[in-house]
């Protein structure tokens, strides 16, 4: 369903079920013969009853039919599982460098299904804040306990919605503003209202102290490309539901257009931070894992800021 100001949802609807889609693109990735990340909890948080159907639904957007005259546009997994692995390696390098400068608060943005707090190597005395709507975390932290499986560091779960007051529920479950912090935003900026966007970058200024990080994926699909190629989904979708098939899971739905977004990069030096963009495609390249095909190249960028 397309997304409305106060929208909600668990792991196995609208904006959870993509968190669903880059886990089990983790899962995959750990499960290959030469990963360039190694998730492990991916698998076990993804392969619960009642995800069956997120499950599908994903290996039917992943795998089109020959039939479908758009399978080209469909998404290839294997160009999903690659730039997810290349995402994952960047910001787990830019937890490490953070903690190795002394960093010893995090706060993981729309945390989903990141099992971070798990799976990291971090210096004693950290703390890693989630912040997710409850029932996702609720979803994560008792799959993973029904496992066997505990954080490995002070894992804090802020269960607040990120249009909403999260500041305050941030500080309520312990946080210090007057310490250095590691932040992260991956994969949420198109799932965010334009305004909450720039009321996110605000406050993350306003709750970090001297020395804080902040790492940001930005989205570079072009407008005019992404109505094209939402033009082209909708008559795939078509032909599927003629063909009684599930069309229920779709992103493009999911995403705000709204205009008006402040550039990051821009935003964050204007503010008397320190900043840097990394193309996801030059990461590849330098990981080995360039796009397999030159029509579908990694769009999207990774910045990061360092507040003096």
């Known amino acids: 369903m ?16 993509t968190a669903v889609m880059v886990a089990l693109a983790r899962a995959a990735e750990t499960a290959s013969a030469e990963p360039l990340i190694s998730d492990r909890f991916a698998e076990v948080l993804v392969s619960t009853p009642e995800l069956e159907g997120v499950r599908e639904q994903v290996a039917a957007w992943w795998t089109p039919d020959p039939d479908d005259e758009a399978a080209d546009f469909t998404v290839d997994s294997r160009h999903m599982i690659n ?37 990291l190597d971090w210096p004693d005395g950290t703390v890693v804040y989630e912040i997710d709507l409850p029932k996702v975390l609720q979803y994560k932290a008792e799959t993973l306990a029904a496992h066997g499986a505990a954080p490995v560091v002070d894992r804090r779960p802020v269960p607040v919605d990120l249009r909403h007051d999260w500041p305050q529920a941030l500080r309520d479950a312990g946080f210090d503003a007057t310490s250095p912090t590691a932040w992260l935003a991956e994969g949420l900026l198109p799932f965010l209202p334009a305004a909450a966007q720039e009321a996110m970058f605000a406050s993350i ?8 990080r902040v790492a940001v994926e930005i989205f570079g699909v072009d407008r005019d490309k992404r109505r094209e190629a939402e033009q082209r989904w909708q008559e795939l979708r078509a032909k599927r539901e003629a063909r009684g098939q599930d069309t229920s899971f779709n992103p493009f739905d999911l995403w705000f257009d709204d ?3 402040p550039d990051c990069a ?10 840097r963009a990394t193309s996801a495609l030059d990461e590849g390249l330098r990981l080995g894992r360039a796009p397999q095909s030159e029509e579908r190249p990694f769009t999207n960028s990774f910045v990061t800021a360092t507040k003096p």
């Open 259 to 261: 205009e008006g977004r």
């Open 205 to 212: 200024d306003k709750l970090s102290g001297p020395g804080s």
């Open 2 to 17: 397309p997304r409305t100001a106060d929208d909600s949802w668990d792991i196995a609807t609208s904006v959870g079920a």
């Open 83 to 119: 730039y997810q692995a290349v995402r994952t390696h960047f910001f787990d390098a830019y937890f490490a460098e953070a903690a190795a400068a002394g960093v010893r608060q995090v706060v993981i943005l729309a945390a989903g299904l990141d099992s971070r707090a798990y799976r």
């Open 266 to 275: 821009e935003w964050f030096a204007a503010h008397g931070w320190t900043t």
